[in-house]
């Protein structure tokens, strides 16, 4: 491991947040977001891990999103940490002005990237069973406190730029006689108000540590549906099918165990509605995934693509309200 000095920006955030003093500040760039500078940083008092959102974001696409997002990201952290201590990594500061946060690191040795073992084929039900309870958890504290929390989170704009308009409204361009649909989900999306959401719940952001997951990268923390984080996640676990087909029966059985926790959890409304919105919204996430800004990286090949779209127009125009009924349509379109 080779270390370097850390960009200026990083260096006067810890020491203005009193994180840090006069020492030379060295540390190494970590890889793997597209939306923030992140580094794990060496002070005299140990590791850290810094993040810097930035305003453009490391797509193909012209994707831009406002760097206060970071802000919000902390506040998500320590309500997150309230609902369920230790789901996220404990916020040590957060420089306003310079859009840094920094935040506990955590070893690697002692957390596993959840997509790192869905990869390598290890899809086990009962890892996404925690997943599924934690965030639960995190939606029920949010949704009981809703008085206090919601004026905290008036990100409307970032999660429309970060989430709703490069997924769902970027894919409607691409597909004009879905358009209509995936306007109404957007709408009905923005409408919704019920509870913290996280936004970016992914097995990318997700480390399984030895008392349970930890969530980590909510820039696009948002008081609105939670209905998207559980749909979200649960689309990347379809998605996985095409990535590692060996462990297909696997991730469904994970899709599966990871739906029925979450809405085990549900106390703020009634789960069927809950689930009918996630049903909704699924299929436009799944389509989005080839055909918005973001495409996921590890669906290569046309044959890959299609096979997403075939399953996933269908879907879109008879919206199923249980997600069983999704995943029934996914495994049906993987054996044809």
């Not at 080779?2 to 260096?11: I, N, R, Y």
């Not at 959102?53 to 802000?71: F, G, K, M, S, T």
């Not at 090949?301 to 125009?317: E, F, G, I, N, S």
């Amino acid at each position: 491991m080779t270390l370097v000095p850390v960009p200026a920006e990083f260096a006067q955030a810890l020491r203005e947040l009193q994180l840090a003093g006069d020492e030379t500040l060295l540390g190494e760039p970590l890889t793997g977001g597209v939306s923030s500078d992140i580094w794990r940083i060496e002070t005299a008092r140990g590791p850290v891990c810094a993040k810097r959102a930035l305003a453009q974001l490391r797509v193909a696409a012209d994707w831009r999103a406002p760097i206060e997002r970071n802000e919000y990201e902390a506040r998500w952290m320590q309500v997150a940490q309230a609902a369920a201590p230790g789901c996220t990594p404990r916020v040590l500061g957060q420089h306003a002005a310079l859009g840094v946060l920094v935040m506990q690191w955590l070893p690697p040795g002692e957390h596993a990237l959840w997509k790192a073992q869905l990869q390598q084929g290890r899809a086990e039900p009962a890892t996404a069973t925690t997943v599924g309870r934690t965030l639960a958890r995190i939606h029920a504290h949010a949704a009981a406190h809703a008085d206090e929390l919601a004026p905290q989170f008036d990100s409307d704009a970032i999660f429309f730029d970060i989430r709703l308009e490069p997924y769902l409204l970027a894919t409607a361009v691409r597909h004009p006689d879905l358009a209509g649909t995936l306007q109404h989900l957007v709408a009905q999306t923005q409408a919704t108000k019920r509870t913290l959401v996280h936004g970016d719940v992914s097995p990318k952001n997700i480390l399984v540590g030895p008392a349970g997951p930890v969530l980590l990268d909510a820039e696009c923390a948002w008081w609105g549906d939670p209905a998207f984080d559980l749909a979200f996640c649960l689309n990347h676990l379809l998605l996985k099918c095409l990535w590692t087909p060996s462990a297909r029966n696997d991730f469904l059985a994970s899709f599966s165990a990871l739906a029925a926790a979450y809405l085990a959890g549900v106390d703020w409304e009634p789960r069927a509605d809950v689930e009918a919105r996630a049903a909704a919204l699924l299929p436009g996430l799944l389509l989005a995934r080839v055909d918005g800004k973001s495409p996921v990286e590890y669906v290569t090949l046309d044959a890959q693509r299609d096979t997403v779209r075939r399953a996933a127009r269908p879907l879109l125009m008879r919206a199923p309200s249980t997600l069983q009924d999704i995943q029934a349509a996914w495994r049906q379109e993987l054996q044809t």
